[in-house]
């Protein structure tokens, strides 16, 4: 970016002060620390210069918001068209409870649902089977069959809003029940906008709500690609997520790495059963964390977009820019906030939030205070919302596209990130793609040793975590925590009960069969499931079905 | 109830226990082995091996599960290394075999390595016979799955089933000395990857190329976690016995094995004697300095040695 | 020679949130114990059997999904009824404070929160095993 000359006195010059000036005061004034480093333990320097980005060509690797290679934003002017989604996850207990606290975020100027499920129905089991017990509702909502999702959308027109749903192994099911409540709200599928997560690698790698193996795993997603570019083409389906890899423990660097490397399997799968790229890329999104060190985050997330374009461009060879625009929710990092003192984890979800905001995110959930403890409240999660706004209308950062960009850190950082991220891709292309290497174990184990690096330094006291290993207080345990009653399985279970005994069991029977037949068959299963959800089969007869073809995954683990 | 009824009664707790005591090196689990010993030789013993990343453990759990329907007792021991560093270990074989825990004709144990070279476990030869007093129609021995060391297990097993999976050309050559030849069965586990058929034919050849084999050892392609090729390798592991049995193989086998076996009992007593009485007098460490300081040549230094334990 | 402390580190229920288990497993294998891992979803059923079977002196249990009420108690019976209750039982996971004194009652020795150091757990394990 800079003419040589004037680089070479830079340089010249920087010398001169390390030399006079630095070595000087480090004799009187040593720093703080041996070594300084990211929150994902990369050494940093004392100072970035133009000497760091000296490679950089402006037009190559920044150019334009809106524009190849997209490093400074997916959209031309950013936030200062529209603002990004405040999308708060949420969902608990019964379809009932969840329906009404949709209706209160909304109310509180939330813009988009976000709806989270219970284990036993992320896991394709309905609340009566034998393992659901003592889950029922815990970490979301219950849902049966379409006649709880029914309740669950009550007074919620679906052509308004825009829903996201946190569902991988059955979400072809899950997204079947809202075409169905739209349909019966009088909206078409073509109306229909939102998200399913959708993403089966990484909950190999690691959520764990996986059901069935990775072949027909695989199918089931390109199944949706296909259904939804011709059925509901606003419908974004799948949310490629480097979220829970970085829960799990991982860099920076590896959740790019990694969340890219399962994108590339999933385009590669799609373009194997004959897609075009370019009739299901624009449909793709991705899901990242955001951290507690604010630029390193800023850096990740401009480096994932602009790998993604060159991925598309170059090894898919897309030709639509929408192909290669890399757009993506957030979520501020539930890993680090702290049960200790937790009324600090509301300054850590203010600074992630920032980091996502100045990273160019398209929709963002904020965590809660407590959820280090348990599920939030209403009013931590008012808290957590009220954060973005405060975020979005005072802080000005939103007023000018990538603000961040063409500091030397921030730039340096950027392509550090990228280059690390690469890696991790050709070393996955290497053993044979990400499917594999998850197989093998090689992701999961990456993972791990960084978790394991972290928490050693956080118990070494190199890395300080404010309450938890310096700032300590003795505490009253808090006593406002939201309790899920635990009278929900029975809840749950009668309304099975009713159902099953309401329903045409003989129209649910031959509805199964003939799903049964489509997954033996290469044709497409999404009308069957449709079909199914119609007559009230429920999730886990549905994901009965497909186990019983389909057989289960087997989870890999190397330590 | 006494531990040996439990045992003969097939309670796994009693199992269980009584494997702990053998790895303890407990006396009374050593004399309940000699005790019963004339209960042992029931069981065919198959040892699982081949390189890290080939599926051992799912393979066991698939054989495992098709002998149950032929209601076959099973008896399996997983082994994994232990770290030199801590002496612990993450022992993760079970992961693959969790249905099988409730099967209440299915006992499975995991071991670490504890600094035991060879891949197997110190304690592994006790725990076989443990099992096979036990019941057991058929024991599997998974060994950690590492290169050369895996030989010992041939020590140990009527039967070695080597399981490989495809596209480890070079790890074959890498492999192949010494290695090669313990394996009485070779399973290429994954064969619905690209380039099982050439993994194979490759392992064939080298097969052939072989001229001390009495018997060419069977090459299956299986998938275990689909449950593909597994009958196949049930009527091999059985055609092998036969075969053992027939060719009065089995005898001979056992008979070297059990020679193996009594020297490195021999060896270990023979150590223990040293450590304790070293313990007692400090003499190996006097010696050592003397070796160190090249006062005294280590040929003598062993002669001494030896001489203070015949004293004993 | 005495053989190492087993532990079996166990999740239990449908929950797959594993990396505390895994970095607590780490933690005992660097402590010089063996421990043997099993995975996701595993039924309390089966964790009483891999217990047995494996002979342990210890079973630690992580989950984070909010049943732990239901699932670490009914470990806690099963092993009783296998006669096998000198086996210390530990857990850990999102766990609220109110919880607590119910599961210790239930006969679970100590529940370990977030932000709890693996050298607090390994501490507890090595003063409290009972050892055969």
Known sequence: ?559 | MQLEEKLLNGDKRGCAKLISMVENNDKEAIDIIKKLYNHTGNAHIIGITGPPGGGKSTLTDRLAKALRKEDKKIGIIAIDPTSPFSGGSILGDRIRMNDLSLDKEVFIRSMGTRGYLGGLSKATQGAVKLLDIFGCDYIFIETVGVGQSEVDIVKTADTVIMVMVPGLGDDIQAIKAGVMEIGDIFAINKSDLMGASKTATEIKMMLDMSDNMERRPPVLQVTAIKNEGIDKLVDEIKNQMNYLEESNELYERRKNNAKTEIIKLVEEDIINLILKKNESIGMLDDIAHEVAIKVLDPYTAKDRVFNSIKEL | MDRPIRVLVAKPGLDGHDRGAKVVARALRDAGMEVIYTGLRQTPQQIVAAAIQEDVDVVAMSILSGAHNHLFPKVVQILKDEGAEDILIVGGGVIPEDDIPGLKEAGVKEIFTPGTATTDVIEFIKNNVKRK
Not at chain 1, 182 to 187: H, I, T
Not at chain 1, 252 to 277: M, N, P, R
Request: charged residues 30%; hydrophobic residues 35%.
């Open chain 1, 1 to 559: 970016m800079y003419d040589k000359e004037k680089l070479d006195q830079i340089k010249k010059s920087k010398k001169d002060w390390e030399e006079k000036v630095v070595n000087k005061t480090l004799e009187k004034y040593p720093e703080r620390l041996e070594e300084f480093k990211t929150g994902s333990g990369d050494e940093i320097d004392r100072l970035y210069t133009p000497e760091d980005i000296e490679d950089i060509d402006y037009k190559e690797d920044l150019g334009y918001p809106g524009k190849y290679p997209y490093t400074r934003g997916a959209q031309p002017t950013m936030y200062r068209g529209r603002l990004w989604t405040m999308r708060m996850y949420a969902g608990f207990a019964t379809a009932e409870e969840s329906n009404k606290r949709y209706k209160y975020l909304i109310e509180q100027g939330s813009k988009g649902l976000s709806v989270a499920f219970d284990l036993p129905t992320q896991i394709g089991y309905d609340s009566d089977h034998d393992l659901s017990a003592g889950e029922v509702g815990k970490v979301g909502v219950a849902i049966d069959s379409l006649a709880d999702m029914e309740i669950l959308f009550d007074g919620i027109p679906l052509d308004k809003v825009s829903t996201s749903m946190t569902i991988n192994a059955p979400a072809s099911v899950l997204l079947a029940m809202y075409i169905a409540v739209g349909e019966k709200q009088g909206v078409s599928s073509d109306k229909l906008r939102g998200t399913i997560q959708n993403d089966i690698l990484k909950e190999y790698i690691a959520r764990g709500t996986y059901i069935f193996p990775t072949e027909p795993s695989m199918r089931l997603i390109t199944d949706i690609f296909d259904y939804c570019s011709k059925h509901v083409p606003k419908w974004n389906t799948i949310s490629i997520s480097g979220y829970h890899i970085r829960e799990a423990g991982s860099t920076a660097a590896q959740e790019v790495g990694f969340t890219l490397a399962d994108g590339i399997a999933y385009v590669d799968a799609a373009i194997k059963t004959g897609l075009d790229v370019d009739a299901f890329a624009p449909r793709l999104s991705f899901f990242f964390n955001a951290h507690n060190d604010l630029l390193e985050e800023v850096a990740k997330f401009r480096a994932a977009r602009r790998l993604w374009a060159k991925i598309m461009k170059e090894r898919f060879k897309a030709k639509s820019e929408a192909s290669m625009r890399l757009k993506f929710h957030t979520q501020t990092g539930g890993s680090t906030l702290t049960a200790q003192q937790p009324d600090n984890n509301i300054v850590r979800v203010a600074i992630q939030t920032l980091a996502a905001v100045l990273g160019g995110t398209q929709s963002l959930h904020t965590n809660s205070k407590d959820e280090a403890l348990a599920l939030p409240t209403e009013d931590s999660v008012r808290i957590a919302l009220r954060t973005q706004q405060i975020v979005a209308h005072e802080s000005g950062v939103t007023n000018t596209v990538d603000p961040l960009a063409g500091s030397y850190y921030i730039e340096a950082k950027t392509n550090e990130i990228e280059q690390e991220a690469m890696k991790y891709i050709n070393k996955i292309d290497e053993l044979g793609g990400a499917p594999r290497a998850i197989d093998i174990g090689y992701i999961q184990q990456e993972i791990m040793d960084s978790a394991y690096i972290h928490q050693k330094e956080v118990e070494g006291d190199k890395r300080i975590v404010v309450g938890v290993n310096k700032y300590k207080i003795e505490e009253e345990p808090p006593s406002d925590l939201l309790k899920v009653d635990p009278a929900v399985e029975n809840l749950q279970k009668k309304k099975l009960d009713d159902l099953r005994a309401k329903r045409d069991n003989n129209a649910v029977m031959e509805k199964l069969e003939n799903l049964g037949k489509a997954c033996s068959s290469d044709e497409n299963v999404m009308p069957y499931i449709l079909d199914a959800v119609k007559a009230y089969a429920t999730l886990g007869e549905i994901c009965g079905v497909m186990r019983e073809i389909f057989g289960e995954y087997e989870q890999s683990v190397r330590l």
